[in-house]
C-alpha cells in the first residue's frame, strides 16, 4: 500500500465505489469472448473496454449522450470490427447479458462488509445504468452492502464530468473532503481528487500513476488494502 499525498486527511464518513473494473471485474469477460472468438478473447476484452471508456468521454464532451449499455454494445460492435471478428447477433447479446451479471473480485464482499462494521454507509457512483447496477448487485448478492447505488444516467454526463461525483454529495450529505472516493481506473481517481474527494486508488495491475497533477490520497493493489488504510485513518 502507498500513501501517495502527504497532506492531513480529513475524517472519512462515507464511501463510494466506482463500479466497473473496481467492484466488479470486467475482465472475466475474456472466457467466453475466447470461446466465441479463439486466441482473441484477451486483445477484444482490452479494446471493448478501452473504446467503452473512450465513448463516454466522447459523448460527455460533445453532449450527445447515450445509456452506458448502449454505449457499452456499441464498443463492442466496434472492437470485433476492428478485430475483424464476425459476430452473430445471439453472440453478441450473450456477451451483453454476460456484461450485465459481472462477477466481483474475489476480496470485494468481505472488505465491503468490513468496512460496513466499521459504521461508514456505502455507495456506488458508476456511470452504470441503474438497470445494470440493479441486476449486478442482486446477481451478486451484494444489496444490504450499500445505502445508495447513484448512475451517471441520473444527470446524463460520464465521469469525469464534475456532476457525476456530485451524485455522492448530495446522497450522503457530507462535504466532499469527507467522502472517500475508491476506483480501479487511475483516471476516475484523479478527477475525483480534482472534484475535492479524498481518494484512494486499487492499482490492480501496478500501472504507473497518471501525470495530470493529481494524485490520489493512497493507492493499494486490491480493496483489502484500502480496509488496512481506512483502519489506519480511524485508528
Known amino acids: 500500500m502507498?500513501?501517495?499525498?502527504?497532506?492531513?486527511?480529513?475524517?472519512?464518513?462515507?464511501?463510494?465505489?466506482d463500479a466497473y473494473a473496481t467492484l466488479f471485474d470486467v475482465y472475466c469477460m475474456e472466457a467466453l469472448a475466447e470461446e466465441y472468438f479463439p486466441g482473441q478473447g484477451r486483445p477484444l476484452t482490452q479494446l471493448w473496454r478501452a473504446k467503452q471508456v473512450e465513448y463516454t468521454r466522447i459523448?460527455?464532451?460533445?453532449?450527445?449522450?447515450?445509456?452506458?449499455?448502449?454505449?457499452?454494445?456499441?464498443?463492442?460492435?466496434?472492437?470485433t470490427r476492428t478485430?475483424?471478428?464476425?459476430?452473430?447477433?445471439?453472440q453478441r447479446q450473450h456477451l451483453m447479458n454476460q456484461y450485465a451479471c459481472l462477477r466481483p473480485f474475489?476480496?470485494?464482499?468481505?472488505?465491503?462488509?468490513?468496512?460496513?462494521?466499521?459504521?461508514?454507509p456505502l455507495?456506488?457512483?458508476?456511470?452504470?445504468?441503474h438497470a445494470m447496477l440493479d441486476i449486478a448487485?442482486?446477481?451478486?448478492?451484494?444489496?444490504?452492502?450499500?445505502?445508495?447505488?447513484?448512475?451517471?444516467?441520473?444527470?446524463h454526463k460520464f465521469k469525469?464530468?464534475?456532476?457525476?461525483?456530485?451524485?455522492?454529495?448530495?446522497?450522503?450529505?457530507?462535504?466532499?473532503?469527507?467522502?472517500?472516493?475508491?476506483?480501479?481506473?487511475?483516471w476516475d481517481a484523479c478527477a475525483a481528487t480534482w472534484f475535492g474527494f479524498t481518494t484512494f486508488w486499487v492499482n490492480r495491475n501496478d500501472q504507473p500513476a497518471e501525470v495530470l497533477d493529481a494524485t490520489p490520497h493512497a493507492s493499494g493493489r486490491?480493496?483489502?488494502?484500502l480496509l488496512a488504510w481506512v483502519g489506519g485513518l480511524r485508528g
Open 123 to 129: 455507495a456506488i457512483l458508476s456511470n452504470g445504468t
Open 137 to 155: 448487485v442482486k446477481y451478486n448478492d451484494m444489496g444490504h452492502l450499500f445505502a445508495h447505488i447513484l448512475s451517471a444516467d441520473s444527470v
Open 2 to 17: 502507498t500513501m501517495i499525498n502527504q497532506e492531513t486527511v480529513p475524517p472519512i464518513k462515507a464511501i463510494a465505489f
Open 106 to 120: 474475489p476480496e470485494n464482499i468481505a472488505t465491503l462488509e468490513a468496512l460496513r462494521a466499521m459504521g461508514l
Open 222 to 225: 486490491e480493496l483489502t488494502d
Open 83 to 90: 478485430l475483424a471478428l464476425p459476430m452473430s447477433d445471439s
Open 160 to 186: 469525469t464530468a464534475p456532476e457525476v461525483y456530485q451524485l455522492a454529495v448530495d446522497a450522503f450529505q457530507l462535504p466532499k473532503t469527507e467522502i472517500l472516493f475508491v476506483s480501479a481506473n487511475a
Open 59 to 79: 459523448r460527455t464532451m460533445s453532449g450527445q449522450f447515450k445509456t452506458f449499455w448502449d454505449v457499452t454494445r456499441d464498443a463492442l460492435v466496434y472492437a
